[in-house]
Every structure is written in C-alpha cells, then in structure tokens.
T-cell receptor, first 113, second 113 residues
Framework: KAGVTQTPRYLIKTRGQQVTLSCSPI?????VSWYQQTPGQGLQFLFE???????NKGNFPGRFSGRQFSNSRSEMNVSTLELGDSALYLC????????????FGQGTRLTVV | AQSVAQPEDQVNVAEGNPLTVKCTYS??????LFWYVQYPNRGLQFLLK??????LVKGSYGFEAEFNKSQTSFHLKKPSALVSDSALYFC???????????FGTGTRLTIIP
C-alpha cells in the first residue's frame, strides 16, 4: 500500500509569489491534515479536510488556504509569500475524521527568498 | 484547549542504556496520546498510541510508553538504546472526537556509541 505522497519535495519561491502544495493520502483514507514545521515554532496545525470540507482550522492568516478533491487528494495554497513562511509542510492522512492514527508524508520543504 | 509539554529539548543516552523521553499534557476529558519519530529530512513516523485500556503501551522498534493519569504524563521509554534511535521525537494529544492533533515541541534524542 502506497504511503502519503507529497509533491514537490523541495520548492524555492520569491517573496510575494504564491505556491501550491499537493498531498495524496493513503488509498481509502478520507481525512487530510496539514502542518507547518519550523525550528522555532515546532509543528503547527494548519487545517484538516474531510469529504471535501474543511473541518478544523489552526491559527494561520487567510493567506493559507486549502481544498480537498473528491478523490481525497488535497492541496494547500499560500499566497503573497513571506520569508517567515519558509518551513517544512507536512501532510497527514487518516481513515476518517478524528481518526486515531495519522500517517505523514515526507513533507515539502519550502524556502522563500 | 489542549497542550503538550516536552520539557527536554535534548536527551543524550549511552548506547545500551535505558532511555526516557518525557511528555506531559493538558486536555479536558479523556485524552488520546501519541508518540511520533522524525528522522532527518523525513516526515513523522507513528510509534505508538494510548486510547484506553492498559496504561503501558507497546509500540514500534521496542519503544513503550506509560500513561499516568494522575501525573498527566505519557513518557516514552526503551530498555536498551540503539544508535539508530537517534532522532527527533514528538508527543501529541487530542481530546477525542473530531478534534485536531496537538504536538509538543519535540525532543532530540542522541544515542552515544
């Protein structure tokens, strides 16, 4: 069974640009969560999607958005990039909303210059 | 709101010695507790979880954790450390239901040969 796949693995963007990250969950998993990992802040929850609807949201500005498609694949978008958005973005999938076990992808390393 | 504390940023243990990585939590109601491990440039890997039942939980790679409700702790342990156990360890909690997973700040475990 394939694991959680995140693309791309690495990304370099310029301040002010926007970026879209993709996450394909484990087959059959319907819940996808996104996290931002930085050395200073640790792992911060961004949002969770289930059945194409955002179910939980963390404390991030509106520049951070996401969506989920009917096949459970999810994308997150960051607009008007800032230097502080440089981070490892991790996606996790669970069988269902509130699932007790989350499986993580390898992450997308975003660098904003 | 739930929270997790990992009081040690860094833990060093000699190979072959027992190891403990500490975690305390704050959550209303009965918690779901998790340990994840992260190797360099990788996503998080699930180690073990406590949902209900026996307070001693066994997980992957010989790790175990003990749930202590009175002390609100969920310390990760291993009887004999391996150099390959060197990694970043995260404790996480969710209050159950459809709530999000909240992570601690992580503890870097270094096993000294």
């Amino acid at each position: 069974k394939a694991g959680v796949t995140q693309t791309p693995r690495y990304l370099i963007k310029t301040r002010g640009q926007q970026v879209t990250l993709s996450c394909s969950p484990i087959s059959g998993h319907r819940s996808v969560s996104w996290y931002q990992q930085t050395p200073g802040q640790g792992l911060q929850f961004l949002f969770e999607y289930f059945s194409e609807t955002q179910r939980n949201k963390g404390n991030f500005p509106g520049r951070f958005s996401g969506r989920q498609f009917s096949n459970s694949r999810s994308e997150m978008n960051v607009s008007t990039l800032e230097l502080g958005d440089s981070a490892l973005y991790l996606c996790a999938s669970s069988l269902k909303l509130g699932g007790t076990e989350a499986f993580f992808g390898q992450g997308t390393r975003l660098t904003v210059v | 709101a739930q929270s997790v504390a990992q009081p040690e940023d860094q833990v060093n243990v000699a190979e072959g010695n027992p190891l403990t990585v500490k975690c305390t939590y704050s959550v209303s109601g009965n918690p779901y507790l998790f340990w994840y491990v992260q190797y360099p440039n990788r996503g998080l890997q699930f180690l073990l979880k406590y949902i209900t039942g026996d307070n001693l939980v066994k997980g992957s790679y010989g790790f175990e954790a003990e749930f202590n409700k009175s002390q609100t702790s969920f310390h990760l342990k291993k009887p004999s450390a391996l150099v390959s156990d060197s990694a970043l360890y995260f404790c996480a909690v969710k209050p159950g239901g459809n709530e999000k997973l909240t992570f601690g700040t992580g503890t870097r475990l270094t096993i000294i040969p």
